[in-house]
């Protein structure tokens, strides 16, 4: 499978994901930078986590118009798998990708740190292989990572089981102190209706390799390869 990761000004975790997909899982990888026109015959595209052109205006308002996402885009939108991690996820958002936005952190504070994460749905690309029954530590590194949408699109996402993964505590509890952010309905990620297009908050790509005793981020990209092969 070729994988083509894009990378914007100040994107910082273009190189992790890359690292993850060909060094620990032997993949084909693409660095497609922002400023291209051309996927490169990349079937997967991910948009990385960091804070491109700055963060101005907001998170991904910016990078939307990159030359690049005009590719991604009419890529996504014929089809194609693409995921957005954490800026990437951003991004998205601001293209209309995914339903929702992202605000500002309810406490209005940058938040680097352990997650845990319930699995909401099997149902998708990126949670096939998953066990709903089991919790997935994936760390969150974000300032704009609160989930809000109107009452109707949640609706819609729950209705069409759309939600990838819901924010809980160590004991799998869903609370407001174990939500992190103050994401509607402790949403971490979701996936568009035709379920090729994923977004979420916390960085798999952290937690993917021995050498950081934390393996849980590794059954995302698992289960993506699983699905190709399948």
């Given amino acids: 499978m070729k994988f083509g990761v894009v990378v914007f ?7 992790d994901v890359i690292y993850v997909l ?22 997967f595209i991910i948009l990385p986590g960091g804070f491109s052109f700055g963060d101005y205006l907001r998170s991904g308002a910016i990078a939307r118009f990159s030359p690049i996402m005009q590719e991604v885009v009419r890529f996504a ?28 952190n309810e406490n209005r504070k940058f938040i680097c740190r352990n997650s845990y994460l319930k ?13 709903p029954d089991r919790l997935l530590k994936i760390p969150v590194a974000h300032g704009e990572g609160q989930y809000f949408a109107h009452e109707d699109t ?5 209705d069409t089981d759309s939600v990838l993964f819901r924010y809980c505590d160590a004991n799998g509890d ?11 309905g402790n949403i971490a990620g979701v996936c ?30 698992e289960s993506i390869l699983g699905m190709v092969n399948a």
């Avoid at 194609?80 to 605000?103: D, K, R, T």
């Fill in 154 to 158: 949640i609706k819609l996402l729950n």
């Fill in 22 to 43: 060909e060094h620990i899982l032997g993949q084909e990888v693409v660095r497609l930078w922002h400023k291209d026109h051309d996927l490169q015959g990349a079937d």
């Fill in 192 to 221: 568009n209706a035709g379920r090729n297009v994923f977004g979420l908050m916390p960085h798999p790509e952290r937690a993917a390799d021995p050498i950081l005793d934390n393996q849980d981020g590794l059954i995302i990209f």
């Fill in 9 to 15: 000004p100040g994107s910082n975790c273009d190189q």
């Fill in 119 to 131: 699995v909401a749905t099997t149902n998708s690309m990126l949670t096939r292989l998953a066990n």
């Fill in 77 to 104: 939108n014929n089809g194609g798998y693409l995921m957005g991690i954490c800026n990437g996820f951003q991004i998205l958002a601001e293209a209309n990708l995914v339903p929702g936005a992202l605000l500002h």
């Fill in 174 to 184: 869903m609370s407001s102190e174990s939500n992190l952010n103050g994401s509607i």
